[in-house]
């Protein structure tokens, strides 16, 4: 399983930015993705997960109302829309796998990882 990450950068308080992850090696209709993100000095967070196979999406209370998860599963690759972003939203964020959303509770238990993109939030 490879998972490609991309997009972060650096935005302005109350900016929008979106992240992408391709995923390769494995099937997202049968598999859940998601976002798991890590702040310097603080532990993973999970983010949002979407599972397509149940047909649902889990957002951390964090992030609920300003986070969009979406996935292609023809192209294999997963989105999550930042919108109303915070300083506290700065993070270096992972795509990860799972077969369950509920791994995304707590992160450590996640099997495959990408690499991060780091999304800075400041003015």
């Known amino acids: 399983v490879q998972l490609q990450a991309s997009g972060g950068g650096l935005v302005q308080p109350g900016g929008s930015l979106r992240v992408s992850c391709v995923a390769s090696g494995i099937n997202l209709k049968y598999s859940a993705i998601g976002w798991v993100r890590q702040a310097p000095g603080k532990e993973r967070e999970g983010v949002s997960c979407v599972n397509s196979f149940g047909g649902m999406t889990w957002y951390a209370d964090s992030v609920k109302g300003r986070f969009t998860i979406t996935s292609d599963n023809a192209k294999n690759t997963v989105y999550l829309e930042m919108n109303s972003l915070r300083p506290e939203d700065t993070a270096v964020y992972y795509c990860?796998?799972?077969?369950?959303?509920?791994?995304?509770?707590?992160?450590?238990?996640?099997?495959?990882w990408g690499q991060g993109t780091l999304v800075t939030v400041s003015s």
């Open positions: 990860a796998t799972d077969p369950s959303c509920s791994s995304f509770y707590y992160p450590d238990t996640i099997h495959n």
